[in-house]
């Protein structure tokens, strides 16, 4: 609250009190009782109005800390990837993102990437949907998800997760995978090994090969 408002309020509630004191003599017992409530209501008003004061700068400077702890970054698009010794694991891009510090996770839509092994892309990617979790080194597309392999295998899902770490991909739900002219299969779920070059199926499966 502004102090120079509130002295100037105080300043003038002395000089109404003085001057009421040359008054209060002159006044009979029901004008001095009248008078009485009219101070007492006065006196609850300004309690109030200081009180709402001092609550509102609080709140506010309450949600200033909140918001810089936070540290919530919201941007127009979003690049991610993981380089070691001049060789590129992987990138993922988002059109736009999200990104919260405290709990270190991006939030990314309309992505799209790649995996690589010796700095060639082994594996591209593409969802509605992405989340790259700092903490527990794990990447995650949901929505729409299709990834397509150096071979030519496809593979279409609602969810994939990869492990940093080990380089391994889980694939699960309405799992359909199709390479050109050699066969089609469909499963609940589906591994990727760290070499992108086998996988292994699970759950309801049906699959067809051809000659």
Do not use: C, P
């Amino acid at each position: 609250m502004d102090m120079k408002f509130l002295q100037d309020i105080l300043s003038k509630f002395k000089s109404l009190y003085e001057s009421s004191k040359t008054h209060w003599k002159k006044m009979d017992t029901h004008q001095r009782t009248y008078f009485t409530i009219a101070f007492a209501i006065v006196m609850v008003l300004m309690w109030a109005f200081i009180t709402a004061g001092v609550i509102t700068t609080n709140f506010s400077r309450n949600m200033l800390r909140s918001g810089v702890d936070r540290q919530e970054l919201q941007v127009a698009s979003m690049i991610l990837t993981e380089t070691k010794d001049g060789e590129k694991f992987w990138e993922i891009f988002g059109e736009t993102g999200q990104y919260s510090s405290d709990h270190k996770v991006a939030n990314l839509n309309n992505v799209v990437g790649n995996f690589y092994k010796d700095n060639s892309v082994e594996m591209s990617f593409e969802a509605s949907k992405g989340i790259y979790n700092e903490e527990t080194q794990e990447i995650i597309l949901y929505e729409n998800v299709f990834v397509v392999l150096k071979d030519d295998t496809s593979l279409k899902a609602d969810r994939l997760s990869y492990d940093i770490r080990t380089k391994e991909l889980n694939v699960e739900g309405h799992v359909k995978i199709n390479r050109k002219n050699s066969f089609n299969a469909e499963a609940d779920k589906a591994f990727i090994d760290s070499n992108y070059s086998r996988f292994r199926i699970s759950g309801s499966t049906s699959s067809k090969i051809y000659k």
